[in-house]
């Protein structure tokens, strides 16, 4: 009877053991999200971190390439180990943005930068499939059950745009699907719409309502792979049930809200948006909606929370200072209303460098309030195409996080800001010298490294424990010298935040958002401070601030 009893004590106490990592993250899954204060991580899936090594080369893509233009075998498995490791979570990442994960081109092309495959996923050869550089289906949905375990919500990109460049291994798609010129010149609407984007890349015609034909060389492709039927079989319901005509935008459509239905993304990133008529994004997001409505009613114990599906848009050059108004100089385009949540935002990086911070939180504030009131911007210092990053030296990594993580919108974090991974490779020419494989021995070793990623964790994860930081109202309280001090405030969460101090001993005055006898914590120096005659006051060895109720 005492074995048995010991027998049953262990047994619970291996049952409640297991079950700790659950509960914390079911409180998790309570803390409020909405996509105007997320801050999203994005990263090239190829060069982040490696979790497979058996599908590094596939359809003889060797490592003939120009430098860091080939294949360097970062996966899907790799991202899901991250998060595993909690890497993302310390972060305080809560959305993961990755580039096209689609089956690439088979071979490879110079477009003078030296020879070029596939590697960022930007040149589709088949939208069905996912690349077996990247991983598998089964990959995918493990990253995403894994990442929405950790609340963190999953972004796919999208190209309707183009197929990827004709090689001798990739033949060009029929001219119903696409058209190989004119090239565009940029200088007006039509010129940088009904256009290639550079020579051979392929334009589809999203601008057609012709019914066209499957791609002969697709067809034959499906044959091979034994599910041509299967893929024909979908294609008919989908344009049955939407009522469509079977033009090209209306396939490439379908094809991508089905990583919706079947895995249960939460949103995607879109690609070359002004490349496309407006019309098309328009009709992307009711599919999305539909797609995820659908997505949610078959697997309601999935779900994360309320949130509709988000769509990012990158217009190339958009800035806040447009609102909602994209010129092209012969015309304006509005991308928001009945399209996308929010667009990315390529000011930010001018204005931390010519304005002050107070000036740069106002003007973000007024405009988030009044001209984009619903609606959301996405931040970035770094990225992957823009070959004028806020601090490609990476003399400024405190000052990065402090800009990009601090300013009202949504956060996006280019893969090693937070580790200030070298943005000047010798010898890659162009946008490659942006995309070299994560910094994974810096982190691990090196001391300057770990204190600047440091930095990066502290301001991350208030500001993903405080919708307020990105999503709230800003309030100027003071500012003495260089030593700013301001309030966010969304619902009922509140914080103060304090930047710039030089002396041990920190004076801030808070009473215009807590009151006196209230306990606070300052989460950058993990005390916890009271208010007094409406005032904090105490010691840390830190310039910043991050005041948040106990």
């Keep these: 009877m005492k074995n048995l009893f010991l027998v049953s004590f262990l047994f619970i106490t291996i049952i409640s053991c297991q079950e700790k990592p659950s509960e914390k993250i079911s409180e998790e899954k309570k803390k409020e999200f909405v996509w105007e204060g997320a801050n999203v991580y994005f990263l090239l899936t190829d060069r982040f971190n490696n979790g497979d090594t058996t599908n590094d080369i596939n359809f003889n893509r060797k490592d003939d390439a120009a430098v860091l233009r080939g294949f360097k075998g970062g996966d899907i498995k790799g991202i899901t180990q991250k998060i595993e490791d909690g890497y993302f979570t310390d972060l305080g990442i809560n959305a993961i943005w990755m580039t096209p994960i689609v089956e690439q081109i088979h071979g490879g092309t110079d477009e003078g930068t030296g020879l070029s495959y596939g590697y960022h996923g930007y040149w589709a050869k088949d939208w069905t499939k996912i690349d077996p550089n990247f991983g598998t289906k089964a990959d995918l949905k493990e990253l995403v059950a894994v990442a929405h375990k950790n609340g963190i919500r999953i972004l796919l990109d999208a190209v309707i745009n183009h197929t990827g460049p004709v090689t001798e291994k990739d033949a060009v798609w029929p001219s119903e699907w696409v058209r190989t010129e004119p090239q565009c010149t940029y200088d007006n609407y039509e010129n940088t719409v009904t256009c290639t984007l550079v020579k051979n890349l392929p334009d589809i015609k999203t601008e057609s309502n012709e019914n066209v034909d499957l791609p002969p060389q697709l067809v034959a492709k499906w044959k091979a792979e034994g599910r041509y039927e299967q893929e024909l079989k979908e294609l008919d319901e989908f344009f049955a049930r939407t009522g469509h005509p079977r033009a090209p935008r209306f396939y490439i459509m379908k094809w991508l809200t089905d990583y919706i239905t079947e895995f249960g993304i939460d949103g995607y990133r879109v690609d070359t948006v002004k490349h496309t008529e407006e019309y098309v994004w328009q009709e992307f997001k009711q599919e999305c909606d539909a797609a995820f409505e659908l997505y949610k009613k078959n697997n309601p114990n999935k779900v994360l929370d309320n949130n509709n599906f988000y769509l990012v848009g990158e217009v190339y050059n958009y800035a806040i200072s447009h609102g909602k108004s994209f010129p092209f100089g012969d015309k304006n385009v ?26 740069v939180f106002h003007k973000y504030d007024s405009i988030l309030n009044s001209n984009l009131k619903g609606y959301g911007i996405l931040n970035y210092m770094t990225s992957h195409d823009d070959g004028q990053p806020f601090d490609k030296e990476r003399n400024m990594p405190y000052q990065t996080a402090t800009m990009l993580l601090l300013t009202p919108g949504t956060s996006q974090v280019y893969y ?126 830190f310039d910043t601030v991050l005041l948040e109720k106990q």
Aim: zero cysteines; a negative charge.
């Design 334 to 359: 509005n991308y928001f209303d009945k399209a996308f949540n929010s667009l990315i935002n390529f000011e930010i990086k001018w204005n931390a460098k010519q304005m002050t911070q107070a000036a």
């Design 416 to 541: 090693g800001d937070e580790s200030a991974r070298d943005l000047t490779i010798e010898g890659a020419i162009g946008d490659a010298t942006l995309r070299s494989f994560m910094n994974w021995d810096a982190i691990e070793k090196d001391a300057k490294t770990q204190n600047i990623l440091s930095h990066w964790q502290k301001l991350g994860q208030f500001r993903a424990n405080h919708m307020a930081v990105g999503a709230g109202k800003h309030k100027f309280i003071s500012q003495v010298t260089n030593e700013l001090v301001f309030s966010r405030t969304y619902k009922e969460d509140k914080v103060v935040i304090g930047l710039n101090f030089n002396n041990e001993q920190i004076i801030m005055d808070v009473s215009s958002i807590f009151k006196d006898g209230e306990k606070l914590r300052d989460a950058y120096s993990n005390q916890e401070v009271t208010v007094k005659n409406g005032e904090v006051n105490f010691s840390s060895e």
